[in-house]
């Protein structure tokens, strides 16, 4: 079982800057591929971000959000992070983080069903 735990969302001004943190328990954290995803009201959950272990840390973005934000993690701290600048009213939403503890493939990583584990969200609010 692994739990997750998400901190740092709020309110802010377009333009400013949000760090969001993922506290994950579990012993092999530093293989899980963790994900970020955001949900807005009558949205689908999206996809944000990702980082995975494959002989070396590789991290994925979504086209809306690349060149803005940056996942990283620390993994003596079990904890992802999503750093956000340049924010935009778009970017309002509830901002989940998620596990994959099977590292599946590439090609599933911005799909919600490659993950096994979910936080409970924090909402992120971009004011205009």
């Known amino acids: 079982q692994v739990q997750l735990v998400e901190s740092g969302g709020g309110l802010v001004q377009a333009g400013g800057s949000l760090r969001l943190s993922c506290a994950a328990s579990?012993?092999?954290?530093?293989?899980?591929?963790m994900g970020w995803f955001r949900q807005a009201p009558g949205k689908e959950r999206e996809f944000v971000a990702a980082?995975?272990?494959?002989?070396?840390?590789?991290?994925y973005y979504a086209d809306s959000v690349k060149g803005r934000f940056t996942i990283s993690r620390d993994n003596a701290k079990s904890t992802v992070y999503l750093q956000m600048n340049s924010l935009k009213p778009e970017d309002t939403a509830v901002y989940y983080c998620?596990?994959?503890?099977?590292?599946?493939?590439?090609?599933?990583?911005?799909?919600?069903?490659?993950?096994?584990?979910w936080g409970q969200g924090t909402q992120v609010t971009v004011s205009s």
């Open positions: 998620a596990a994959d503890i099977l590292s599946r493939s590439i090609a599933v990583l911005s799909t919600t069903r490659a993950y096994d584990y």
């Open positions: 579990g012993r092999t954290f530093s293989s899980y591929t």
């Open positions: 980082m995975r272990w494959s002989g070396g840390i590789t991290s």
